[in-house]
């Protein structure tokens, strides 16, 4: 398994940017496919977006166009771009590794972060 460290959030105003990374110890972190999932208070955990370990990537359609899943192998990093921010954009961020491919947010993850905080002010 790997651990996962995730950082970057925090409380910007609407239409601002900001960059999550997620850092990752372990050897095999290539060979994960990443997710990034976010948790709104009182709704269900949701899938944001999922790159495989050969740079396939997935994004819900509620951040198409507005957020970029990325990973750096050599850094063991995953990244999420997230630009032109949304007030229903807030969340808590989790980075999520997994053994194989999935873009469904029930599915069994092998690693967690422990999640780091996006608030967009309206």
């Known amino acids: 398994q790997v651990q996962l460290v995730e950082s970057g959030g925090g409380l910007v105003q609407a239409g601002a940017s900001l960059r999550l990374s997620c850092a990752a110890s372990?050897?095999?972190?290539?060979?994960?496919?990443m997710a990034w999932l976010r948790q709104a208070p009182g709704k269900e955990r949701e899938i944001v977006a999922v790159?495989?370990?050969?740079?396939?990537?997935y994004s819900a359609d509620s951040v198409k166009g507005r957020f970029t899943i990325s990973r750096d192998n050599a850094k063991n990093t995953l990244y999420l771009q997230m630009n032109s921010l949304k007030p229903e954009d807030t969340a808590v961020y989790f980075c999520?590794?997994?053994?194989?491919?999935?873009?469904?947010?029930?599915?069994?993850?092998?690693?967690w972060g422990q999640g780091t905080q996006v608030t967009v002010s309206s």
């Open positions: 790159i495989g370990s050969f740079g396939a990537t």
């Open positions: 372990g050897r095999t972190f290539s060979g994960y496919t």
């Open positions: 999520a590794a997994r053994s194989g491919w999935t873009t469904s947010a029930k599915a069994n993850f092998n690693s």
